[in-house]
């Protein structure tokens, strides 16, 4: 079967990159041959292309890099100006959100990639397509196809909480167009779910909404012996030697920061995602001290980059530097600090005042010598997790923001980690489904509630699982890997892709919510 994709991003990274990179490898899997619209300007690097399509002139050339060609990236012509849904730097390109695209621009992206659309159908024929996001890949598939093709949408979250739910008078119409002819959609929660049918008001789109969560490479992301595992974490940092990325003191490599760290000495705990507010970066980097005033030989990694990386290098030098009122003025001018408006960060700002007496003196000793404990790589390829995340015995989700789902959870999970995560959105049923792994004493420390005691508590469930007896805790680890198995693999991912478009709905699962008794 020929099946093309419309995703319009890169295909690394996090989110919808990560999901569209994993559900075209495990679509050529089963057999089917994709061709995938994307901005990817270094497809042809990666292993899964086998050839890349791009516009000169307006005329489409293929270059085809090895045979035989399952996959095929289209990169369309957009000008340069690539709107996005949080604010960001991508190389080569003007990335603007889509609230600040004028409406001459929006059009002129929008028929650009419709264009291109009805080029690759043209040359490929495809049976079916998949649009990403609520706007705009479904509208320009709806423009380019017509009732000429079926299509499915992948509901990534972004879309709707960042562009649609902001201005809905001028982007819910779009959402309108693309979704009224998808045979199925798919969201990776419920709560996304609920947030697609507030937002977006098409006939029949509840009915034809199901549960599409994204998928892990369970052969890739899986525990590990502490041995093994070291030494893939060595490896990692010998392939990353010289890349520039960002530590606590200033500009250092991920290669240095990852040779710091060793799971046969260290409890490493990570965080990977965007380093923006919404993440709650923050509140884990405020947690620490009290970490590792319990847990000595506890080390932080932090993996991502964003707009907040200077507001975190900000807050974690005030912390070691015991200096409470610069830390304090962080938690004040919150978004302000990647770009947005003033505005406090309650929870980080309800622990600051928090510390008074003994309990502000134990705090900034365990900060001041927590120092050399926490290390920031940058940006790292979604397939270099697969040799962290083994090393690590923890990870912290702590998004104070809604999330469609918990990827870094389930695939933290599947290396055998604990994913501490906030109890809210599709994290929350990501943690719904992981609890079963675990005894009933332990599942508490799978989560924890957003609000002003959100530090105390992150702290205390990391400490919680660093401290459990060793036994117990790697039967915890085995059984949470052998059900994230289970339950998120990426062949069933990409089967329910297929049956959505082909509207075969009564195969898939509704998004049944947590008081539902679904997952």
Same mark, same amino acid.
């Given at each position: 079967?020929? %099946?093309?994709?419309?995703?319009?991003?890169?295909?690394?990274?996090?989110?919808?990159?990560?999901?569209?990179?994993?559900?075209?490898?495990?679509?050529?899997?089963? +057999?089917?041959?994709v061709?995938?619209?994307?901005?990817?300007?270094?497809?042809?690097?990666?292993?899964?292309?086998?050839?890349?399509?791009?516009?000169?002139?307006?005329?489409?050339?293929?270059?085809?890099?090895?045979?035989?060609?399952?996959?095929?990236?289209?990169?369309?012509?957009?000008?340069?100006?690539?709107?996005?849904?949080?604010?960001?730097?991508?190389?080569?390109?003007?990335?603007?959100?889509?609230?600040?695209?004028?409406?001459?621009?929006?059009?002129?992206?929008?028929?650009?990639?419709?264009a291109?659309?009805?080029?690759?159908?043209?040359?490929?024929?495809?049976?079916?397509?998949?649009?990403?996001?609520?706007?705009?890949?479904?509208?320009?598939?709806?423009?380019?196809?017509?009732?000429?093709?079926?299509?499915?949408?992948?509901?990534?979250?972004?879309?709707?909480?960042?562009?649609?739910?902001?201005?809905?008078?001028?982007?819910?119409?779009?959402?309108?167009?693309?979704?009224?002819?998808?045979?199925?959609?798919?969201?990776?929660?419920?709560?996304?779910?609920?947030?697609?049918w507030?937002?977006?008001?098409?006939?029949?789109?509840?009915?034809?909404?199901?549960?599409?969560?994204?998928?892990?490479?369970?052969?890739?992301?899986?525990?590990?012996?502490? /041995?093994?595992?070291?030494?893939?974490?060595?490896?990692?940092?010998?392939?990353?030697?010289?890349?520039?990325?960002?530590?606590?003191?200033?500009?250092?490599?991920? /290669?240095?920061?990852?040779?710091?760290?060793?799971?046969?000495?260290?409890? %490493?705990?990570s965080?990977? +995602?965007?380093? %923006?507010?919404?993440?709650?970066?923050?509140?884990?980097?405020a947690?620490?001290?009290?970490?590792?005033?319990?847990?000595?030989?506890?080390?932080?990694?932090?993996?991502?980059?964003?707009?907040?990386?200077?507001?975190?290098?900000?807050?974690l030098?005030a912390?070691?530097?015991?200096?409470?009122?610069?830390?304090?003025?962080?938690?004040?001018?919150?978004?302000?600090?990647?770009?947005?408006?003033?505005?406090?960060?309650?929870?980080?700002?309800?622990?600051?005042?928090?510390?008074?007496?003994?309990?502000?003196?134990?705090?900034?000793d365990?900060?001041?010598?927590?120092?050399?404990?926490?290390?920031?790589?940058?940006?790292?390829?979604?397939?270099?997790?697969?040799?962290?995340?083994?090393?690590?015995?923890?990870?912290?989700?702590?998004?104070?923001?809604p999330?469609?789902?918990?990827?870094?959870a389930?695939?933290?999970?599947?290396c055998?980690?604990?994913?501490?995560?906030?109890?809210?959105?599709?994290?929350?049923?990501?943690?719904a489904?992981?609890?079963?792994?675990?005894?009933?004493?332990?599942?508490?420390?799978?989560?924890?509630?957003?609000?002003?005691?959100?530090?105390?508590? %992150?702290?205390?469930?990391?400490?919680?699982?660093?401290?459990?007896?060793?036994?117990?805790?790697?039967?915890?680890?085995?059984?949470?890997?052998?059900?994230?198995?289970?339950?998120?693999?990426?062949?069933?991912?990409?089967?329910?892709?297929? /049956?959505?478009?082909?509207?075969?709905?009564?195969e898939?699962v509704?998004?049944?919510?947590l008081?539902?008794?679904?997952?």
């Open positions: 079967m020929r %099946i093309l994709v419309f995703h319009g991003y890169l295909l690394r990274g996090t989110g919808s990159n990560v999901y569209n990179a994993g559900l075209v490898r495990a679509l050529t899997g089963l +057999g089917h041959e061709h995938l619209l994307c901005q990817d300007r270094e497809a042809e690097r990666l292993p899964f292309v086998d050839a890349v399509g791009d516009w000169e002139g307006g005329e489409l050339g293929v270059r085809v890099l090895r045979e035989p060609v399952e996959v095929t990236a289209y990169r369309p012509d957009i000008g340069g100006l690539l709107p996005v849904y949080v604010a960001d730097r991508y190389e080569g390109f003007e990335a603007r959100p889509f609230p600040g695209l004028s409406d001459t621009e929006l059009e002129r992206y929008m028929e650009s990639n419709v291109a659309v009805r080029d690759v159908v043209d040359r490929s024929a495809p049976d079916l397509a998949l649009a990403n996001h609520a706007v705009m890949g479904p509208a320009i598939l709806a423009r380019a196809l017509g009732d000429s093709i079926p299509y499915a949408v992948k509901i990534h979250g972004s879309a709707l909480e960042y562009t649609v739910r902001p201005d809905p008078d001028r982007f819910a119409p779009y959402a309108v167009e693309g979704l009224a002819g998808a045979r199925g959609v798919l969201v990776g929660s419920r709560h996304t779910a609920e947030a697609l507030e937002l977006v008001d098409v006939p029949g789109l509840r009915e034809r909404t199901r549960l599409g969560p994204p998928g892990v490479d369970v052969e890739a992301f899986r525990s590990r012996p502490r /041995a093994e595992a070291a030494r893939r974490l060595a490896t990692l940092a010998d392939r990353l030697e010289g890349a520039e990325v960002v530590s606590w003191g200033g500009e250092t490599s991920a /290669a240095a920061t990852l040779r710091e760290l060793d799971p046969r000495r260290h409890r %490493i705990v965080f990977v +995602g965007k380093l %923006i507010v919404s993440k709650g970066v923050d509140l884990l980097l947690a620490w001290p009290l970490v590792v005033r319990e847990v000595p030989d506890a080390r932080l990694v932090i993996v991502g980059f964003g707009a907040y990386r200077d507001g975190l290098l900000r807050l030098g912390l070691v530097e015991c200096d409470l009122a610069a830390a304090r003025d962080v938690a004040a001018r919150g978004r302000e600090l990647e770009g947005g408006r003033t505005g406090e960060l309650g929870y980080l700002a309800a622990f600051l005042d928090s510390l008074e007496g003994e309990r502000r003196g134990a705090y900034l365990a900060a001041r010598s927590s120092a050399k404990t926490v290390g920031f790589t940058g940006r790292l390829e979604h397939s270099d997790l697969a040799d962290l995340l083994p090393a690590c015995e923890a990870q912290a989700v702590p998004s104070t923001f999330e469609a789902f918990g990827m870094v389930a695939e933290a999970a599947a055998g980690a604990l994913p501490l995560s906030a109890a809210h959105s599709g994290l929350a049923e990501v943690t489904v992981l609890a079963a792994a675990l005894e009933e004493r332990l599942r508490p420390l799978l989560s924890f509630d957003r609000g002003p005691r959100a530090v105390d508590e %992150i702290a205390a469930k990391l400490v919680g699982w660093l401290m459990l007896e060793p036994a117990r805790r790697e039967r915890a680890s085995e059984a949470l890997a052998e059900l994230a198995r289970e339950r998120f693999g990426w062949e069933g991912v990409a089967s329910g892709v297929i /049956a959505a478009a082909e509207g075969r709905l009564g898939l509704e998004p049944l919510g008081s539902d008794g679904g997952g």
